[in-house]
């Protein structure tokens, strides 16, 4: 598996990491556990990752050196696609099969693929032409280089792996893909980490919860796409039609900020709306603690202006 930008070490919710890294991380493990073997290679970022780091039973993240071993905005990234690609294909060990997260890999799948005369499959997560036609107010547009990408990517992948039937008609209708080479595969979920476990009640005191709040819950990475500034305005209107609500209203927002300038901007408009009072601002957490998270809440909020899979839902 190939994740040039982002590695699966990473914490979900924090800079670039997110459902892709859950999602790759998961999909691994359950391989894994069906008797395959799984190499995940990533760009090294320094950090004092070393070469190679066991990550599972039969699951292992490689470290590859392809540009500055420090950490690069994802707009960087297109120029050392190819220097990855030359570093995968040293590798020595023989695989069966490569299998590209988002486009930048899907662009290093392609030359590896080649390379090692084996098959590629690809899983998009986003997909540029999407996520522009429903760009927040005053985000940046994918650029253009992105969205060629892509194209080519789907051209060249033995098999797409949509997660959701939108997803694939977006892909045969926005990027000409083959329905005979995509197929739908949903995400599961893990059971052994999210389930009722001992109830709300006692979720809310390990998290320090008045047991009388309504809690609705945002969890993710603050970005324009996750659409924060929905998520600020629909509290505020709650509040203009149920007033009383504020004395017990709590609205954890549990995730990193993508960037200061959308932490100001979100945060901003809770000052301007006078919300600011019922927000709680949370770091991300592990995948353990984030299931107490779930049980605490009343409802779940997912304001984003697009999701390829919806993998908080």
Not at 134 to 159: C, F, I, K, M, Y
Request: charged share 25%.
């Amino acid at each position: 598996m190939l994740s040039v930008h982002t590695s699966p070490l990473h914490q979900p919710g924090t800079g670039d990491a997110g459902g892709m890294n859950v999602y790759m991380v998961e999909l691994s493990r359950a391989l894994a556990e069906q008797g395959a073997e799984v190499d995940l290679f990533t760009r090294c970022r320094g950090e004092g990752a070393p070469p190679l780091v066991e990550l599972a039973p039969g699951v292992r993240v490689r470290h590859l050196h392809a540009g500055p071993r420090r950490a690069l905005p994802k707009e960087a990234m297109p120029d050392l696609v190819v220097p990855f690609s030359l570093a995968l294909l040293k590798e020595e060990r023989r695989y069966d099969l490569v299998h590209s997260h988002y486009w930048l890999s899907g662009q290093a799948g392609r030359i590896a693929s080649v390379g090692w005369r084996i098959p590629l499959v690809h899983t998009a997560h986003t997909l540029a032409r999407v996520k522009n036609a429903a760009l927040a107010e005053g985000d940046t547009p994918e650029p253009e280089l992105r969205v060629r990408g892509e194209h080519q990517v789907v051209g060249s992948a033995d098999r797409l792996i949509a997660n959701t039937a939108d997803e694939a008609e977006a892909l045969r209708s926005l990027y000409g893909a083959e329905g005979a080479r995509t197929e739908v595969v949903r995400p599961g979920v893990d059971l052994r980490t999210f389930h009722p476990g001992d109830g709300r009640a006692a979720a809310r005191a390990r998290l320090g919860l008045p047991a009388d709040a309504f809690v609705p819950l945002y969890a993710g990475r603050i970005q324009p796409l996750k659409g924060p500034d929905v998520l600020v305005r629909a509290v505020a209107e709650l509040l203009r039609e149920a007033p009383e609500l504020r004395r017990r209203l709590l609205v954890p927002v549990v995730g990193g900020h993508s960037g200061a300038t959308e932490r100001g901007s979100a945060w901003r408009l809770a000052e301007e709306l006078g919300v600011t009072g019922v927000l709680r601002s949370c770091p991300p957490v592990p995948q353990e603690r984030l299931a107490d998270w779930y049980r605490a809440a009343d409802v779940l909020v997912v304001p984003s202006r697009s999701e390829s899979f919806g993998l908080v839902a």
